[in-house]
């Protein structure tokens, strides 16, 4: 079964603080992406990476900045939180013409 | 404007009656995906489904590239199949997702 997980599940901060969003899959996929969800919106793409070292901008980049250190780990940081940035963020990988499989997701509330 | 339009945007059910759930695109695709979106959040892939017809229990996925739609069939639904309905599509390994189709089915 394919695994990505997150971490923290959970996160409150303030605005203007420094936030590290984690994520790591054991699958070996090439692509992991990173979504917000709101409601009315769906899910929407962020940041998504096809290697490490590599970074593509998604739809909503603006405020986010991400990483792909490793083929497993993929993280995205919010250096200035605003709560228009409260939202729930989900995690996922994926391979070339394939599905992608999801994180729980992290609830983030910036107060 | 906005790339994947699903409709319903919600729809109850009785339980054991049918649901055709759809999903509308604006551009070439080159895959197609729907997820279940459980209430508490989690996310669980139903289909991977570029073009044709896929069968899953009492799921069955149609997507049509020539009119740029693709639909969720749910035979006999149960209670268990209540949440929310989300289809993806992808262009160059970028998915959007459309903003789905919340489901609740009344015992």
């Known amino acids: 079964e394919a695994a990505v997980t997150q971490s923290p599940r959970n996160k409150v901060t303030v605005t203007g603080g420094n936030v590290t969003l984690s994520c790591r899959q054991t699958?070996?996929?090439?692509?992991m992406y990173w979504y917000r969800q709101d409601t009315g919106h769906g899910l929407r793409l962020i940041h998504y990476?096809?290697?490490?070292?590599?970074?593509q901008i998604g739809d909503v980049p603006d405020g986010y900045k991400a990483t792909r250190t490793t083929q497993e780990d993929f993280f995205l940081l919010l250096e200035l939180a605003s709560p228009s940035q409260t939202s729930l963020y989900f995690c996922?990988?994926?391979?070339?013409?394939?599905?992608?499989?999801f994180g729980p997701g992290t609830r983030l509330l910036v107060l | 404007g906005q790339q994947v339009q699903q409709s319903p945007a919600s729809l109850v059910l009785q339980e054991g009656e049918n649901a055709e759930l759809q999903c509308n695109f604006s551009?070439?695709?080159?895959?197609m995906q729907w997820f279940y979106q459980r209430p508490g959040g989690s996310l669980v892939s139903l289909f991977y489904?570029?073009?044709g017809t896929k069968h899953s229990g009492r799921l069955t996925s149609t997507t049509v590239i020539k009119e740029r739609r693709s639909s969720l069939h749910i035979s006999s639904s149960q209670t268990t199949d209540s949440g929310t309905y989300l289809c993806?599509?992808?262009?160059?390994?970028?998915?959007?997702f459309g903003a789905g189709t919340k489901l609740s089915v009344k015992p």
């Open positions: 551009t070439s695709l080159n895959s």
């Open positions: 993806a599509l992808a262009n160059n390994n970028a998915p959007r």
């Open positions: 990476s096809y290697g490490a070292g590599n970074l």
């Open positions: 699958n070996s996929h090439n692509y």
């Open positions: 996922a990988s994926g391979g070339q013409q394939d599905t992608q499989y």
């Open positions: 489904n570029p073009s």
